[in-house]
Each structure stands twice: as structure tokens, then as C-alpha cells.
């Protein structure tokens, strides 16, 4: 008996371990091909529909879909300075990869407190966004300092995250049906 269930155990591993590493992989593959991205979500004219211009490339939206299991992949890649095809409208220069990794984790997570976790201050009376742009791209150390907040932001409420389903977005404005259904977010 002893015997049999030691080689259920060895199949179910043997099983399960090559698809995960599969799965990984791919994440992974899909999160380096974010440099091929030429239009992030920003006003979508019109109901949304994922690869419609100014709705958001199909390959972003793809990964969202992944929800949880994309979490850890793409906090891994918040510092890479990859530059996409993406232009970032009204503040120039273009999307990287940690930025887009960045886009990702809010459409599957809302309400990461961007703000809290850099040290500038959201510039309200002057360009707004532009102090998150500004501080990310004066260098990689300030991104692995971000990559960092996120984690432990990350780590701090993981275990207080619930999925609400609902169609809002969280990085652009967009109306219509969201690819994910809902979100995750903090229970309050």
C-alpha cells in the first residue's frame, strides 16, 4: 500500500513540475516580448476591444489575463530599462519593460499606492504624473528602489487580497467589458 501511493506521489510530480516550469517559461517569454509593444492603453475611443489603437496591445492584455500567476514574473522585471515600440504620451520617451511590467500589475491588482511606495510626491499643482516618469528614469537604481516598495507592499497585503469582479480599469481610460472580469485588490 506504502508502495503504491509513494509512486502516486512520484506521477503527480513528474506531472505537474514540467507543466508549471512550461507555464513559467511562457510568462516569462510573453513579459520580454513586452518590447515589441507599440500602443499602451491610454484613451480608448469607443467601446474597448483589446488591440484596438489606443486600447492597448494584445500582448499586454494577454498577460493581465494570466492574473495571479503573472505577479511574481513581472515584479521581477520593474527595474528592466528595455525600451518598447510604446511611445508614453504627454510625457514623452518610451514605455520599457519595468514600465509596462508596472501597467500590468495595476490592471490586475488596483490600488497599488504608487505614490507611497517612491519618494517624490504626485506633482498636483505642476505636470501630475510626471514625478513618477521623472524619478523612474533618472536611473536603475531608483527602479530596483521601486521594484523593492513593490514586493514589500506586495508581501505586507498579499494575504489581504481579494478578486472583485467588476469592468474597471486601472491604467487607462478605457470603457467597456475588461479582459479580467475584476481585479484583485486590498480587502478593506
Not at 502516486?8 to 505537474?16: A, E, S
Not at 475611443?45 to 488591440?51: C, D, P, R
Not at 494570466?66 to 527595474?79: F, G, N, S, T
Not at 486601472?170 to 470603457?175: A, I, L, M, Q, V
Request: charged residues 25%; aromatic residues 14%.
Amino acid at each position: 500500500m506504502q508502495k503504491n501511493l509513494s509512486l502516486k506521489k512520484f506521477t503527480l510530480i513528474f506531472t505537474i513540475v514540467p507543466f508549471l516550469i512550461f507555464a513559467q517559461g511562457d510568462i516569462d517569454s510573453q513579459i520580454e516580448n513586452f518590447k515589441e509593444i507599440e500602443d499602451m492603453g491610454y484613451i480608448c475611443e469607443g467601446k474597448f476591444a483589446v488591440g484596438k489603437f489606443g486600447c492597448g496591445d494584445t500582448l499586454f492584455w494577454n498577460v493581465v489575463q494570466m492574473k495571479e500567476q503573472a505577479i511574481e514574473p513581472l515584479i521581477e522585471r520593474l527595474a528592466d530599462t528595455t525600451k518598447s515600440k510604446a511611445f508614453v504620451p504627454n510625457f514623452g520617451g518610451h514605455w520599457t519593460i519595468g514600465d509596462i511590467s508596472y501597467a500590468t500589475l495595476q490592471e490586475i491588482i488596483h490600488g497599488i499606492p504608487t505614490f507611497d511606495l517612491l519618494p517624490v510626491e504626485f506633482d498636483a499643482s505642476g505636470c501630475g504624473y510626471c514625478s513618477y516618469w521623472q524619478y523612474l528614469r533618472q536611473g536603475r537604481e531608483n527602479r530596483l528602489k521601486f521594484q523593492k516598495a513593490v514586493q514589500d507592499w506586495l508581501r505586507r497585503y498579499r494575504e489581504n487580497l481579494i478578486w472583485v469582479s467588476d469592468y474597471n480599469f486601472s491604467s487607462c481610460d478605457c470603457r467597456g467589458q475588461h479582459p479580467n472580469g475584476g481585479h484583485f485588490e486590498v480587502k478593506k
